[in-house]
């Protein structure tokens, strides 16, 4: 049976605004704008699922590529992974104020960085900026809750951080879709960053005005914030994060570039006119030294003196369980974010795509919100396992749902799929949060808090990268071997834009609807083998005070 549920909130359970009651004015408004920072950061982390097929159009990158440009995405996640714990950790020794602001001018910069690019590379280069700027406000603003609140208040109130955070993350597709449709111009996706600028400089404006004593690390003085680079910046742990970098660089590199195996002859050409990936020759190279480069990072920290993550509570049964089930959730979630509007952008008129994905998101979305911020009160009667694995059943039957919906290429078959798949993500997020907290002591709830976001954010880079390359993979075997369309010299270009066409609706299109239909069912699957880390997770529940002790 799981454990009874204390009437202590965790920071896996939303509490409301009750945490925050009786704060100094300066203090409620120094964490009502760090949330507003965290909330605009998270935005970014999904905003491109619905206007990512008209950013790839307007960029004119070859459609076929999507192992390149899948990298819009990938860079964002593996800088705001990397930045989460390293970013908190420089904040507990020059002070939450500068690291505040500095993180959102780094998140700013890289906003307008995207919304002026003009090709891939400077696309996914601003977003690693904004990726590192918005993975940097996450433990700032939770290390900043354990700054300004009691002990008996702050895990509800670390709960409040995780939850702006997730509602953040789930409503980017619909906050992407609202603005491409209302905002003016040719290129309208480019607001979508630009809109950033005055949301991050009211967040800038209200933590200046909150006071330096309220930003400062309890124990601190301005001494502290004061203090030559010199007196802190051994304390970081560079070398981790350099490896950590490393090793994540190189297994989503090798994972994307793995979908040319089997297929394309080296120097050949791609599907539907893809361009050969330049890395295909070396991914199985590179994902052997992500392995060994994991392998040299625990080994740094387990005898780094200030390590980057605290492999300790690894050691905790339940802690370890959960963010296992966390990262297996986190590759099966990312499946309905880019594969729906790859869907929608086969069957729906380019100017349409980003309403139409918006609209197809919308339930997914929402119900994944209003569970996952609810989902505590169902944890406190419930207990974790149970919800968590009924959640992870109905998001096995919603993606089985998905792949029967595609069958007849109709949108609308996707809706009952989408529909139970968002129930079950958000009955999945409380349960796992709410073990990790209770597995970690006292003192590393803040940490294990950020670990959570951390471990789902992993899954989620790990699985677009190995589900794209599956992908490229599987659509050529299936349409590799057709032949150039081009223009017979008896052919007028009426009737050769008449036989492209007939081929696109013919051929191109079902294929490519039955990639994606596979592609949900893998995710299903994904999803199924969550249940070993959730059971674990609520059968070491008997142990949990010889883990917290």
């Known amino acids: 049976m799981s454990r009874p549920r204390s009437p202590e909130p965790t920071a896996g359970h939303f509490t409301g605004l009750a945490p925050l009651a009786g704060l100094p004015t300066g203090a409620r408004r120094a964490i009502g704008a760090a949330l507003l920072a965290v909330f605009v950061g998270a935005l970014d982390l999904t905003v491109i699922a619905t ?13 076929a590529d ?13 800088a705001y992974i990397v930045a989460i714990p390293l970013v908190g950790r420089l904040s507990d020794l020059v002070g939450r104020q500068r690291v505040f602001a500095a993180s959102l001018v780094v998140f700013l910069v890289g906003s307008v960085w995207c919304a002026l690019a003009d090709g891939l590379l400077g696309l996914v ?25 009691p002990a008996r208040r702050r895990a509800g109130a670390l709960g409040l951080v995780g939850a702006v955070d997730t509602l953040g993350w789930v409503l ?10 209302l905002a003016p111009g040719a290129e309208p996706w480019r607001w979508v960053f630009f809109v950033n600028v005055p949301l991050g400089l009211v967040a800038v404006f209200a933590i200046r005005r909150s006071g330096r004593d309220v930003l400062l690390p309890e124990g601190t003085d301005d001494r502290t914030e004061a203090a030559p680079s010199g007196d802190w910046l051994g304390r970081l742990d560079l070398v981790g ?3 950590l970098t490393a090793a994540l660089l190189a297994l989503n ?12 002859e080296a120097g050949g050409g791609r599907a539907l006119g893809g361009t050969r990936n330049p890395l295909a020759d070396y991914s199985l190279v590179l994902v052997v030294a992500a392995a060994a480069v994991l392998a040299l990072f625990v080994w740094w920290e387990r005898r780094a003196r200030h390590p980057l993550l605290p492999l300790g509570l690894f050691r905790r049964p339940r802690f370890g369980a959960a963010m296992g089930a966390n990262f297996v959730v986190g590759a099966a979630l990312i499946v ?41 009160a169902i944890v406190a009667s419930r207990g974790e396992r149970w919800v968590a694995v009924v959640g992870l059943v109905l998001v096995a039957v919603g993606y089985a749902l998905l792949w029967v919906g595609l069958r007849g290429g ?91 066409s007939a081929i696109l609706y013919e051929t191109v299109i079902p294929v490519s609807l039955q990639v994606v239909r596979e592609t949900f069912l893998i995710a299903g699957v994904i999803a199924l083998l969550a249940l070993v880390p959730v059971w674990l997770m609520g059968a070491s529940a008997g142990r949990l005070g010889s883990e917290t002790g």
């Open 51 to 63: 206007i990512l097929p008209r950013m790839v159009s307007d960029l004119e990158i070859n459609t």
């Open 66 to 78: 999507i192992d390149r440009y899948v990298w819009i995405v990938n860079g964002y996640l593996l």
């Open 125 to 149: 280069l601003g977003r690693v900026i904004q990726g590192v700027g918005g993975g940097a406000l996450l433990p700032v603003t939770m290390a900043l809750v354990g700054d300004l609140l």
């Open 172 to 181: 980017g597709p619909l906050w992407g879709a609202a603005l491409v449709t």
């Open 241 to 243: 994060a350099a490896l």
């Open 253 to 264: 590199l090798g994972l994307s570039a793995g979908g040319e195996i089997g297929a394309a």
């Open 336 to 376: 309905a974010m880019v594969d729906v509007p790859v869907v929608v952008a086969l069957l729906v008129d380019p100017g349409q795509v980003s309403t139409v994905t918006g609209a197809m998101m919308a339930p997914f979305t929402l119900l994944m919100a209003a569970l996952a911020l609810g989902g505590g």
């Open 410 to 500: 109709n949108l609308l078959g996707l809706l009952p799929g989408l529909v139970l798949a968002g129930a079950g993500f958000g009955l999945v997020v409380a349960p796992i949060g709410a073990t990790a907290i209770d597995a970690a002591p006292p003192a590393d709830r803040g940490i294990a808090a950020a670990l959570t976001l951390v471990f789902r954010l992993l899954g989620m880079t790990v699985g677009i990268s190995s589900l794209t390359a599956l992908g490229v993979n599987r659509l050529q075997g299936l349409v590799g071997n057709l032949e150039e369309i081009v223009q017979l010299p008896s052919e007028t270009t009426a009737e050769f834009f008449a036989r492209q």
